[in-house]
């Protein structure tokens, strides 16, 4: 009975072991996609819009513009992307956190962002409900 228990442990060890690695590794992959995004809206930022943010402060944004997407709203039609609304929200969020950013550099950011989503394919022009 001793060779089984311990077959069993070191089983039970190999497996936690492993749920840990695809548990990291998913982790790790969602930073780089949103590394990648982040890459992307730097490298195309207008001079006078680089020069007032940071890659952390794009991070700020697009997490911002994500709570405002995945929350239900009493909006008229469907969520959009870099919408004014969407914008809007950005920045009260970052006001109230004590980031004042330019509404430029929010739209900024946001259109990049759209840019980004269209160049992937996450993105496209609306559906027609009637087919």
Request: aromatic share 8%; hydrophobic share 45%.
């Amino acid at each position: 009975m001793g060779p089984l228990l311990l077959i069993l442990v070191l089983a039970l060890v190999l497996a936690v072991f492993g749920v840990g690695m695809v548990i990291q590794e998913r982790g790790r992959g969602t930073d780089d996609r949103v590394a990648v995004a982040i890459d992307y809206i730097w490298d195309r930022l207008p001079d006078d819009a680089a020069g007032s943010i940071d890659r952390s402060d794009i991070r700020r944004i697009l997490e911002w513009e994500m709570l405002y997407l995945q929350q239900p709203s009493k909006r008229d039609g469907p969520a959009v992307v870099g919408g004014v609304d969407a914008a809007q929200f950005v920045q009260d969020h970052a006001y109230n956190a004590g980031y004042p950013y330019e509404p430029d550099v929010i739209f900024t950011v946001l259109d990049l962002q759209a840019g980004y989503l269209r160049a992937i394919g996450a993105i496209g022009a609306p559906v027609d409900p009637e087919g």
